[in-house]
C-alpha cells in the first residue's frame, strides 16, 4: 500500500488528532501494524480520530468518493463494538446548524448483523467500494444516519473515524490506517504507527 503520509501515535500530529479522546492509541500487544485500542471497562471511553481536517483546499461533500480503513476487529460483541466513519460539515451560522460548532453530521455505521472473524484483516468503507488491495476482505457500512440537513454540496469540516462511548467493556480494535478517495482519483492513505515504548500487556 502506498501512503501518502504516516502520524505517530506520541507525537504532537497523534496527539492533535486524537483530539478529545479518552482511549489511549497503543502498541498492538501481537506486535501487528497499527494503532491498537482496548476498552477495558464499561463507562464512557472512546476514541475520535479526526484524521481530515481543511489544508489549503475546501472540499465539498460531492467530491468525497469513498471512506476507508483497514482494521482487525479482535472482540465483536454487539455494533457497538464497531468503529464507524463520521462527516461533519461548515457550519452556516443562519439558524439551521445542528450544533453551534458544525452544520451537519453523517455516521456510516455497521449493524450487529455482520459476519466478521475475530482478528482478521480486513478493508471496512463506505460510499463506494474502493479498488482491492492485497487482497484483503472488503466489508460496507450498512447504515447511514445524519444530524441536522446534510447536503452532498456542502463544505466538509472534518472527517472523524470513531469507536463511542457506549461501546462495551473489553471493545478491541487494530487500526492500521485510514483512507479517503476524492473525485474517483485522488486516493490519500494515512499509515498510523505506533511507538514501541507504549506496547499495551497482553
Known sequence: MNY?????NSSSS???ILADST????SD???RDGWYFKKETAGTDKFNIYYWSEGNKTRTTSELTTLKAVV???NYQSGASLPYFSVYTKPKG??????PWYHARRNYTFTSSQDIEL???IEIFAKENPQKKEGLRHLQFNNISDNGSFSENDEILYIVFSIGSTAPANTQILIESLGITWNRNNDVYLELLASSSEVSPP
Do not use: E
Not at 23 to 26: F, G, N
Not at 94 to 99: E, M, Y
Open 119 to 121: 482478528g482478521q484483516r
Open 72 to 74: 482487525s476487529i479482535d
Open 14 to 16: 497523534g496527539v492533535a
Open 23 to 26: 482511549l489511549a492509541a497503543q
Open 29 to 31: 500487544p501481537n506486535l
Open 94 to 99: 443562519d439558524g439551521t446548524d445542528a450544533q
Open 4 to 8: 501518502t503520509g504516516k502520524v505517530l
